[in-house]
């Protein structure tokens, strides 16, 4: 099932058991599948149409009276249309809004430069207050979803639109921190949302060239846990961080942000290298800006071969 | 029409003036602030604060209560005079803004001040915010009403016709917009910078209900909040636009940009209050 199905069903979900929850649209609801929400609990759905920065100030509105308000659009927009928005009348109101960046990093794919957002991560990663989510999976998508809603507060969350492979099963508890998925001791690939499924790939290439790898799975960007992200690097000295978006500002940045602090370590950073994206499809667009699995074992190798020697 | 005793007419001028005064006093000793806007909507205030608004001082998170926002959210300082002045905090505060320890910012700021129902500084979002309060205070069945000043020279964002289109399309006639239309923005005349007349025909094609007053007239004012919340029948939002001057009550700040932002000296804040003596023809009742 494609991550955007999941967003819209999981708020129905989360909508039969929860009177607080709304959903606003701003005339995107059959892509961001809030047309399923539309459909089952249409008392609940707000249609504000093209007008972004109406629709996260009634969001703030919404949730200033109790409600927990879903303001649907794309991640480009959401990050820089309505930024101003989500700022003062979200994030510094300390509103209990839930945006999910629909269509993030290359998921707009066809839909060219404007559509594809790479900025999303590091915007709002700058504006206090403001928690950001990358889930990977539709089970972990479906638990963020129902965590950020027992979380008072404003959060971010991007929800690609594209299926993704199950990376977890029903035994997993999602709790904000980052993920530990394989125990390697060569070199540390870590990823966020989309990108995840590329480190665990990376992973299995290099073991067959007989690097050891650990994976590690970033949902939540900030705050961001630094225990796990630590002892790994620790351990294997050398870390590489993937996401699609571009390398500055988003998980690249966060992980060598923290690293400096506990354990300055080498870090290589597979993502957009600073420049808009064009249009094409899902495995045109990886190739040709370096977000394949090859080119995260790729990054592995050169960063191995920064390793202290002491 | 509601009959309105000449007394609370009277008693109402007189806290307006009292919000004025205390406004200078307050953005000379926070060495901060906006005077002209602050002084141009201090009719309106008073009448909210004292008539209009159904709120509880000692319970200032009452659910059931009106909303406020001033989404010109720099005119903060006539805000905080009124708020003082209704008892959601000491009056002392006044003179205490700007400095870091200080409960009032130099824009609104709910997480801040008691009594604010929004936080503002980027002009164009209150009535936004207000429209979603009203949207949710319907779904819910609360009899309460949402009111939003915005400011004559904030009509030229966006984001104010796209609230006015969407409460419009919504039929939120338990939302009020107030424009405090002052005629003079940060540099210049509105009409100057970018025209905004007709404005009322430009609320009326947006499909609210339309009052035009004179936002320095008492009785106007109480008459048009009436028509808003207790005689709407029309099932519309419904603006007030509030013609008055900026600066109103110190001769030499009104209609002049300088007094836009710009904290009064302590020379400039005598002759001020002076003045505002001479034109509301009352003494030292601004502060006990």
Request: proline share 4%; glycine share 8%; hydrophobic share 40%.
């Amino acid at each position: 099932m494609e991550m955007r199905e999941v967003y819209g069903r999981t708020l129905v979900e989360l909508a039969r058991q929860d009177e607080r929850i709304v959903v606003i649209d701003a005339d995107l609801n059959t892509s961001t599948r809030t047309d399923i929400f539309l459909s089952e609990i249409p008392g609940r759905f707000i249609q504000l149409g093209i007008a972004e920065q109406n629709a996260f100030g009634w969001a703030a509105g919404l949730s200033a009276m109790g409600f927990i308000p879903f303001p649907s659009t794309f991640a480009c927009f959401a990050s820089t249309r309505a930024l101003d928005q989500v700022r003062v009348a979200i994030a510094y109101q300390y509103r209990n809004v839930k945006i999910p960046g629909s269509y993030p990093g290359i998921s707009a794919d066809k839909g060219g430069g404007t559509h594809e957002s790479i900025e999303d991560l590091a915007i709002m990663r700058a504006i206090p207050n403001m928690r950001v989510l990358a889930p990977a999976d539709a089970t972990e998508l479906r638990q963020v979803m129902h965590a950020i809603v027992e979380y008072n507060g404003p959060v971010y969350f991007r929800v690609t639109k594209y299926e993704l492979p199950d990376l977890f099963d029903e035994s997993y508890e999602f709790d904000w921190k980052p993920v530990l998925l394989r125990d390697g001791a060569d070199v540390t690939l870590v990823g966020t949302g989309y990108m995840t499924h590329k480190c665990v790939e990376a992973a299995e290439i290099l073991a067959r060239e007989g690097v050891d790898a650990s994976v590690v799975h970033v949902p939540c960007l900030k705050p961001l846990d630094g225990e796990l992200l630590t002892d790994l690097a620790r351990k294997t000295k050398a870390m590489v961080t993937a996401e699609d978006h571009n390398i500055h500002g988003g998980l690249g940045s966060s992980v060598a942000e923290l690293l400096s602090g506990t354990c300055p370590t080498y870090v290589e950073r597979v993502g957009i290298k600073d420049h808009f994206c064009k249009s094409g499809d899902e495995d045109e667009l990886c190739e040709a800006y370096g977000l394949r699995a090859e080119d995260v074992a790729t990054a592995a190798k050169k960063v191995m071969g920064k390793k202290p020697t002491y | 029409m509601r009959r309105i005793p000449e007394q609370k007419i009277r008693e109402l001028e007189q806290t307006a003036y009292q919000i004025r005064t205390l406004a200078i006093e307050s953005i000379s000793a926070c060495e901060v602030g906006h005077p002209g806007g602050s002084l141009s909507q201090a009719d309106i205030l008073a009448a909210l604060y004292f008539d209009e608004l159904r709120i509880r001082p000692s319970d200032p998170n009452w659910e059931d209560r009106d909303r406020f926002i001033l989404s010109k959210a720099h005119t903060c300082h006539s805000l905080y005079s009124a708020l003082a002045l209704k008892g959601f905090f000491p009056k002392e505060e006044l003179f205490r803004g700007g400095h870091i320890k200080s409960v009032l910012q130099g824009h609104a700021d709910m997480k801040m001040t008691p009594g604010l129902d929004a936080s503002g500084g980027s002009l164009g979002q209150g009535l936004s915010i207000a429209a979603g309060m009203a949207w949710a205070a319907r779904k819910m069945r609360k009899d309460l009403h949402v009111y939003c000043l915005v400011g004559d020279g904030e009509c030229e964002e966006g984001q104010i016709w796209e609230a006015a289109m969407s409460a419009a399309h919504n039929k939120l006639d338990n939302l009020t917009c107030i424009v405090d239309y002052n005629k003079v923005q940060a540099k210049a005349w509105v009409y100057d910078e970018i025209n905004l007349d007709p404005l009322a025909d430009k609320w009326i094609s947006f499909g609210w209900q339309t009052v035009e007053i004179d936002g320095h007239d008492m009785e106007e004012i109480l008459q048009a909040f009436y028509t808003a919340r207790w005689m709407n029948r029309t099932g519309r939002p419904t603006v007030i636009i509030a013609h008055t001057v900026k600066g109103r009550g110190v001769p030499w700040m009104e209609f002049n940009p300088a007094w836009h932002t710009h904290a009064p000296n302590e020379e400039d804040k005598k002759r001020a209050l002076a003045d505002l003596e001479t034109s509301y023809g009352r003494c030292g009742e601004g502060r006990e």
